[in-house]
């Protein structure tokens, strides 16, 4: 019952990020560069919930995206999963108490989502790939993300120990010890 | 241990199985999946447009001067008459230059005698940095098809790439995936104008022909290569040409007709 009501939040919490981005963050840039929260929405799901939560989440995310704005059905949604995915990988190996680690997972997250995005566009509808222009807008995009990831982390690490809580009740202390 | 290791597998497994099923969805047509996209579209975008409201009424906050409604009212339908007309004088315009260039061939003028078009306001832009799409408030209901051509008071917007009930989704020319066959104004050379990322408010034109003299300040047109846009829609005016060691690889910058940052309004060309 908690965990249906946990992901029920995380879904609802989505679509407030969704309305943030479109709508204050489509005017408030850095350079004419956007943020992506999404990637930092799915990389701390995959942090603090389980394995399977931040793969699916980020699909189900992910495929919305693709719905909504995309060119192709489905670069965002495989990426997604890959976020998830790499969220709970970090959460196996690294902690999530240090802001150093918090910031390079945030930037390395924000650089393999837009370039698997791009690539999987780039072969889907078949264009020139303009690397050096890409990794100029990528590295401004990881660099505000990062920036947006320390300010937000206060309020991501309380909501995201309710969510830890309930879905990983016996391991929390024994993989410290 | 052991379970550790059987949910292991079992995440492993559901990996290979979403990834499969997302190569799967990734090669479908995007129009058998429509509904999927209607639904996600229903959800969100009656909401997205209560906030382009409250957007549209912050912006234009001293509306509550009793008679500045209807001055706004009168402003906006004068605006899309008054951007009707200018792709009325455009086409205008293509025509007696096709007139008198190809008199023998006057048929073939019928074809682009008048553009039928449908109105529609843009009601989402695109979150990505990589790419522009715009969300339109039409859709079937409407009579917008795939591939229809988009086109703002000034010029080219894009083609349509999906639609659902009451949206579609519109590629925009600047998209970095985005190739529009064009000719030149003066000497009618055909070239190609691409979308790049360098710079959300300009095209590059490519595979300009070795022989091809081209002057800054040119117009481009479309030439109806290609079979999406017609002939004869401005794109733009040539900014630049940028001339590298081998005349095959110069470029020129084609700056576009339309602003697309402060789009709002377009019209459809319904064929």
Same mark, same amino acid.
């Given at each position: 019952?908690?965990?249906?009501?946990?992901?029920?939040?995380?879904?609802?919490?989505?679509?407030?990020?969704?309305?943030?981005?479109?709508?204050?963050?489509?005017?408030?840039?850095?350079?004419?560069?956007?943020?992506?929260?999404?990637? *930092?929405?799915?990389?701390?799901?995959?942090?603090?919930?389980?394995?399977?939560?931040?793969?699916?989440?980020?699909?189900?995310?992910?495929?919305? *995206?693709?719905?909504?704005?995309?060119?192709?059905?489905?670069?965002?949604?495989?990426?997604?999963?890959?976020?998830?995915?790499?969220?709970?990988?970090?959460?196996?190996?690294?902690?999530?108490?240090?802001?150093?680690?918090?910031?390079?997972?945030?930037?390395?997250?924000?650089?393999?989502?837009e370039l698997?995005v791009y690539f999987?566009n780039s072969?889907?509808?078949?264009?020139?790939?303009?690397?050096?222009?890409f990794?100029?807008?990528?590295?401004?995009?990881?660099?505000?993300?990062?920036?947006?990831?320390?300010?937000?982390?206060?309020?991501?690490?309380? *909501?995201?120990?309710?969510?830890?809580?309930?879905?990983?009740?016996?391991?929390?202390?024994?993989?410290?010890? | 241990?052991?379970?550790?290791?059987?949910?292991?597998?079992?995440?492993?497994?559901?990996?290979?199985?979403?990834?499969?099923?997302?190569?799967?969805?990734?090669?479908?047509? !995007?129009?058998?999946?429509?509904?999927?996209?209607?639904?996600?579209?229903?959800?969100?975008?009656?909401?997205?447009? !209560?906030?382009?409201?409250?957007?549209?009424?912050?912006?234009?906050?001293?509306?509550?001067?009793?008679?500045?409604?209807?001055?706004?009212?009168?402003?906006?339908?004068?605006?899309?008459?008054?951007?009707?007309?200018?792709?009325?004088?455009?086409?205008?315009?293509?025509?007696?230059?096709? #007139?008198?260039?190809?008199?023998?061939?006057?048929?073939?003028?019928?074809?682009?005698?008048?553009?039928?078009?449908?109105?529609?306001?843009?009601?989402?832009?695109?979150?990505? #940095?990589f790419?522009?799409?715009?969300?339109?408030?039409?859709?079937?209901?409407?009579?917008?098809?795939?591939?229809?051509?988009?086109?703002?008071?000034?010029?080219?917007?894009?083609?349509?790439?999906?639609?659902?009930?009451?949206?579609?989704?519109?590629?925009?020319?600047?998209?970095?995936?985005?190739?529009?066959?064009?000719?030149?104004?003066?000497? #009618?050379?055909?070239?190609?104008?691409?979308?790049?990322?360098?710079?959300?408010?300009?095209?590059?034109?490519?595979?300009?022909?070795?022989?091809?003299?081209?002057?800054?300040?040119?117009?481009?047109?479309?030439?109806?290569?290609?079979?999406?846009?017609?002939?004869?829609?401005?794109?733009?005016?040539?900014?630049?040409?940028?001339?590298?060691?081998?005349?095959?690889?110069?470029?020129?910058?084609?700056?576009?007709?339309?602003?697309?940052?402060?789009?709002?309004? !377009?019209?459809?060309?319904?064929?």
């Amino acid at each position: 019952m908690r965990k249906i009501l946990t992901v029920l939040g995380l879904i609802i919490v989505f679509l407030l990020i969704y309305f943030f981005q479109v709508n204050f963050f489509s005017s408030f840039t850095i350079a004419g560069i956007k943020p992506n929260l999404f990637i *930092i929405y799915v990389l701390f799901i995959g942090l603090f919930a389980n394995q399977v939560l931040g793969i699916s989440l980020g699909v189900i995310f992910g495929l919305i *995206i693709d719905f909504l704005y995309g060119k192709a059905i489905g670069p965002s949604a495989v990426m997604f999963c890959v976020i998830g995915y790499l969220g709970s990988y970090f959460d196996k190996n690294f902690s999530k108490e240090n802001k150093m680690t918090i910031i390079f997972m945030v930037a390395g997250a924000t650089f393999i989502y837009e370039l698997g995005v791009y690539f999987l566009n780039s072969i889907i509808l078949v264009f020139e790939r303009e690397m050096l222009y890409f990794i100029k807008i990528v590295l401004i995009e990881t660099l505000y993300n990062v920036l947006l990831s320390i300010i937000l982390y206060p309020i991501i690490q309380k *909501i995201g120990y309710v969510i830890d809580r309930n879905f990983k009740k016996n391991n929390i202390l024994t993989r410290y010890f | 241990m052991n379970r550790n290791k059987q949910t292991e597998i079992l995440g492993g497994i559901i990996t290979v199985i979403v990834l499969i099923l997302l190569i799967f969805l990734s090669n479908v047509e !995007v129009n058998k999946l429509s509904y999927l996209e209607s639904a996600a579209s229903s959800i969100i975008n009656p909401i997205q447009r !209560v906030f382009i409201d409250l957007r549209n009424k912050i912006q234009g906050n001293s509306a509550y001067f009793s008679n500045m409604e209807t001055i706004m009212q009168e402003n906006e339908e004068l605006k899309k008459k008054n951007s009707e007309l200018e792709t009325i004088l455009r086409e205008f315009e293509m025509l007696k230059a096709e #007139n008198t260039t190809l008199q023998e061939y006057m048929n073939l003028t019928d074809k682009y005698s008048s553009y039928q078009t449908i109105p529609a306001y843009v009601i989402n832009k695109d979150v990505s #940095n990589f790419s522009s799409t715009l969300i339109l408030n039409v859709g079937t209901k409407d009579g917008i098809r795939e591939n229809m051509t988009v086109i703002a008071d000034k010029g080219l917007v894009g083609h349509i790439i999906s639609v659902t009930e009451n949206t579609c989704k519109v590629q925009v020319i600047i998209d970095s995936a985005s190739t529009v066959s064009s000719s030149i104004s003066t000497t #009618n050379d055909s070239i190609i104008c691409k979308g790049t990322l360098e710079n959300d408010q300009i095209l590059r034109a490519s595979y300009i022909p070795t022989g091809a003299e081209l002057i800054q300040g040119d117009s481009v047109y479309t030439s109806g290569i290609g079979g999406i846009y017609p002939k004869g829609i401005v794109i733009g005016t040539v900014k630049e040409i940028i001339t590298t060691s081998n005349i095959t690889d110069r470029y020129a910058i084609v700056e576009p007709a339309v602003d697309f940052s402060k789009i709002d309004t !377009v019209l459809i060309i319904n064929e």
